[in-house]
Each structure stands twice: as structure tokens, then as C-alpha cells.
């Protein structure tokens, strides 16, 4: 399937350009990202292929527009949402104290 979600290795999408000494993380909020997949993962509530269709749910537009770890975080909102772990109502909640500067 040649979806959105699969351009590596297309032709006619110009160079990879890619940052010299590039860091494992650029933000500290990406490893937070990265530090939550065993936690969640080890409760059994999704799997990698789970995880992986979360992704691909994401529109074009977002994913095109969005960072790697972002995909992660959309895709572990998705799926906790979707599996009853949380609410709606709980994430938003979340956000706006985070938007707000409380972490």
C-alpha cells in the first residue's frame, strides 16, 4: 500500500536531508514521549501493529505536518481514548494544564 504514511524510498520527493550530529531527541518532551511506550505497552492495552494503525489514521495533513514523536503521542492518545482508559474529558483536561504551564 503506497499511503501517506509511506513515502520512504519515493522518487520525486527531492533530497533526505539529513542534520549533521542530529541529537536522539531534539526536545526534552520527545523523550518523555519515547520514555512512555514501555509503560503503556507493558500494560497490554495496544500492540506495536495497534500502535503502527493509530498512526496511519492520523489525516495527511497532520502527519505531513507533525514530527515523528508527535505521531507517538497522537497514536497513544488514540489508543487510550478508543480502549476506555480515558476519557475525552481527561486528556483535554491534561492539555489545558499543560497549555497552561503546569506540569
Do not use: C, S
Not at 527531492?14 to 549533521?20: C, F, H, S, T
Not at 498512526?55 to 514530527?67: D, H, K, S, V
Not at 497514536?75 to 494544564?97: D, I, N, S
Request: charged share 15%; hydrophobic share 45%; aromatic share 10%.
Amino acid at each position: 500500500m503506497n499511503g501517506i504514511h509511506d513515502l520512504g524510498g519515493m522518487h520525486g520527493l527531492g533530497p533526505l536531508v539529513v542534520e549533521a550530529n542530529e541529537p536522539v531527541f531534539h526536545h526534552d518532551w520527545e523523550r518523555r514521549v519515547f520514555g512512555m511506550f514501555l509503560p503503556i505497552f507493558a500494560t497490554g492495552t495496544f500492540n506495536v501493529d495497534e500502535l503502527r494503525a493509530a498512526i496511519e489514521r492520523m489525516g495527511a495533513p497532520a502527519y505531513l505536518n507533525t514530527t515523528y514523536y508527535e505521531h507517538w503521542l497522537h497514536a497513544y492518545e488514540t489508543l487510550l481514548v478508543g480502549k476506555g482508559v480515558l476519557t475525552q474529558a481527561e486528556l483535554a483536561a491534561r492539555q489545558r494544564q499543560i497549555a497552561a504551564g503546569a506540569h
